[in-house]
């Protein structure tokens, strides 16, 4: 089955810095990778996926890069802003999509 | 437009007791339905998968159970409560044979005393 490995576990920025997390996934048949962030005592939200057909996404201050060869996705954040603390995780799918297993999490602190 | 409810939004229960917890989504059809667990530490855990109405995968042996009585009613059950169980439940959505987003509730956390 899938198998996905998020890091730092935890992250502390300045405010205007740039944050970087990194995943890797183990099934090769994956295709999508989507993002979540998780504000406290709240479900996650979706805020960028990538598909297989591109290596690289950008959404304002938010990017995703994706190297299918190695199997490793990144999230990038810049000129952060203490709101964009939270916790973050990685996905990617199982039994062809039906399913998504997430990494552990990454809490990044955001400090002004 | 989708929404997604999950209730209780917070439960303390004495270990052996039973559990259900609820998540209906409205505005779509036929979605696929999940529940998740967060416990302390963040990690997000998948524990129940379903494609349809009486159509429940389970991911990992547990204490606890699921069922979809009908297209957009997801419930999670205990029959005893054990001290392991406690933790943040999330409920969640995604439209049928897609790899798009997965939509959350916003979670019932569990307490078990």
């Known amino acids: 089955g899938e198998n996905v490995e998020q890091h730092p576990s935890t992250l502390s920025v300045q405010e205007g810095d740039s944050a970087v997390i990194k995943c890797t996934y183990s099934?090769?048949?994956?295709?999508?990778f989507p993002w979540y962030k998780q504000e406290l005592g709240k479900g996650p939200q979706l805020i960028i996926d990538i598909r297989s057909n591109v290596g690289e996404k950008k959404d304002q201050r938010i990017a995703v890069t994706l190297n299918k060869t190695a199997k490793h996705f990144s999230l990038h954040i810049t000129e952060t802003q203490p709101e964009d603390s939270a916790v973050y995780f990685c996905?990617?799918?199982?039994?062809?999509?039906?399913?998504?297993?997430f990494g552990q999490g990454t809490e990044l602190s955001v400090k002004p | 437009s989708q929404t997604i409810h999950q209730w209780p939004a917070t439960l303390v229960q004495p270990v052996g007791s039973p559990l259900s917890l609820e998540c209906t989504v409205e505005g779509t059809s036929n979605p696929n339905l999940y529940w998740y667990r967060q416990a302390a530490g963040r990690g997000l855990q998948l524990l129940f998968y379903?494609?349809?109405?009486?159509?429940i995968s389970s991911e990992v042996p547990q204490n606890l159970s699921a069922s979809r009585p009908q297209d957009r009613q997801f419930i999670l059950s205990s029959k005893k409560l054990l001290l392991s169980d406690s933790g943040f439940y999330l409920c969640?959505?995604?439209?049928?044979?897609?790899?798009?987003?997965?939509?959350f509730g916003e979670g019932s956390r569990l307490t078990v005393l």
């Open positions: 099934d090769s048949a994956s295709n999508y």
């Open positions: 996905a990617a799918p199982y039994n062809q999509g039906g399913k998504l297993i």
């Open positions: 969640a959505w995604r439209r049928l044979a897609t790899t798009g987003e997965l939509f």
């Open positions: 379903s494609v349809g109405i009486g159509q």
